[in-house]
């Protein structure tokens, strides 16, 4: 067993299992976002937030989705140096030949997986350092703002449409979702493929529901914050 997971084979079951885990997530975290639309009074939004937070099941998977994020980070970093070290040892002096042999048979996505990758993870640290830590453990005069619920709920809608109405944050969040969006395009399919649920049969279906999940997860997560900077400017 300790053999697999050090296998190619191994590694992209492991990047397989932690990414399809981190789309439940973030499926998740897309439809309590997408209360901000839905209610501009802030309530409902803040009302999930604050189950998310105190939610003794969501405390227990956090430390889980942490250790899944860690372990897709690692075994991507594996896997793209592994590749690399190959196409060195093979292929040497020919590196010039294999890029445009190899752009002549794969798309954009699949070459720049890792790039997508850093980037999202990028974006995840601001996201992180700008909401996650504030709500948690620092604190902000904004989540302290009166809600017409209860005293014990803070106002993360106030904090969250606040940052959403600076431009610069904006475009970040735009460009973190793009990214995530051209990430889940290809590795929804490739995830499928290592777990050996993609053939002939199932293989367009699953094309199209992979386009599915990386438009509403990507547009979704652009969408948002575009939305309330438009209404914040008009």
């Known amino acids: 067993m300790s053999n697999f ?23 998740v975290h897309l439809t309590v976002n997408s209360m901000i639309i839905i209610d501009d009074t ?23 989705l942490a250790i899944g994020v860690i372990l897709h980070i690692l075994f991507a ?25 190899t752009c002549a048979s794969t798309n954009w996505q699949s070459r720049n997986m890792y790039i997508l990758g850093t980037v999202i993870l990028t974006f995840l640290v601001i996201h992180l350092i700008n909401f996650f830590w504030k709500i948690r453990y620092t604190g902000s005069p904004l989540l302290e703002q009166p ?5 014990e709920i803070k106002n993360v ?3 969250v449409t606040t940052r959403f109405t600076t431009w ?19 590795g929804v399919w490739s995830a499928f493929q290592t777990l050996g649920w993609s053939n002939r049969k199932w293989r367009k279906i699953l094309n199209v529901i992979g386009v ?11 969408f948002i914050p575009l939305f309330v900077f438009i209404k914040s400017i008009i």
């Open 212 to 222: 599915i999940i990386s438009v509403i997860l990507g547009g979704g997560f652009a």
């Open 42 to 64: 802030g309530a409902l939004f803040n009302k999930a937030a604050h189950f998310m937070a105190t939610n003794p099941i969501i405390k227990i998977i956090e430390p889980i």
């Open 5 to 27: 997971f050090v296998s190619s084979i191994g590694k992209k079951f492991v990047m397989s299992v932690t990414g399809m885990f981190l789309i439940l997530f973030l499926i």
């Open 147 to 151: 809600t017409i619920l209860s005293s």
């Open 157 to 159: 809608y106030a904090l």
């Open 168 to 186: 610069w944050y904006v475009l970040i969040y735009v460009i973190g979702a793009v990214a995530l969006g051209l990430h889940l395009y290809h």
């Open 77 to 101: 970093s594996l896997i793209t140096l592994q590749n690399q070290l190959k196409r060195d040892i093979n292929y040497p002096g020919l590196r010039r030949y294999k890029k445009y042999d």
